[in-house]
């Protein structure tokens, strides 16, 4: 099946940003923080792939159905993922192992090929007294969540964005 057009994507992004700050301090709600730019990209591309299979726009899906989903987990996520970015890769990881942070402007696509992309593990500075080694480990980004696990965000935050849409179910 190959990925919708989606029409909302900035829509989602700007909600998934909104639930995504419920559950995290104000100041690590920024795109220099690991932690919500993954939660937030998990959200979006929940809440465009309910929103495009239910013809709603994705403001109009219901935190209880976005929680219903989020706890699921990583396959259900990547279930959903098909009709944003194709079947392939919707199931790939690392397809690019450089992708940037995802801007708003970016399509679904930019969103999950940075979700998918691995973290390797810190390189030891003394290797057998070979030079150091100055991997990029998170491109400069703080990271919280799974410190020093190098598996992609679509992987380990679906619990977390779960958490996320629950905090601001609360606050509701």
Do not use: K, N, Y
């Not at 990925?3 to 104000?26: D, N, V």
């Amino acid at each position: 099946m190959a990925p919708q057009q989606t029409s909302g994507w900035s829509r989602s992004l700007a909600r998934a940003g909104q639930i995504a700050a419920a559950a995290q301090p104000a100041g690590l709600c920024t795109d220099r923080h690991w932690d919500f730019v993954g939660i937030r990209g998990v959200l979006a591309v929940v809440l465009q792939a309910l929103a495009d299979r239910t013809g709603r726009d994705p403001e109009d899906v219901l935190l209880e159905e976005l929680l219903e989903h989020c706890e699921q987990g990583a396959g259900h996520v990547r279930t959903l993922a098909v009709a944003l970015v194709g079947e392939q890769l919707a199931h790939s990881v690392d397809t690019d192992p450089e992708a940037g942070v995802p801007a708003a402007g970016d399509s679904p696509v930019a969103t999950w090929l940075w979700l998918t992309r691995l973290w390797p593990p810190p390189v030891p500075d003394d290797v057998d007294g070979l030079p150091p080694l100055r991997a990029r480990r998170h491109d400069g980004m703080i990271r919280g969540i799974a410190r020093g696990h190098p598996g992609a965000a679509v992987d380990l935050l679906p619990g977390w964005a779960a958490d996320a849409v629950a905090a601001t179910l609360r606050a509701a």
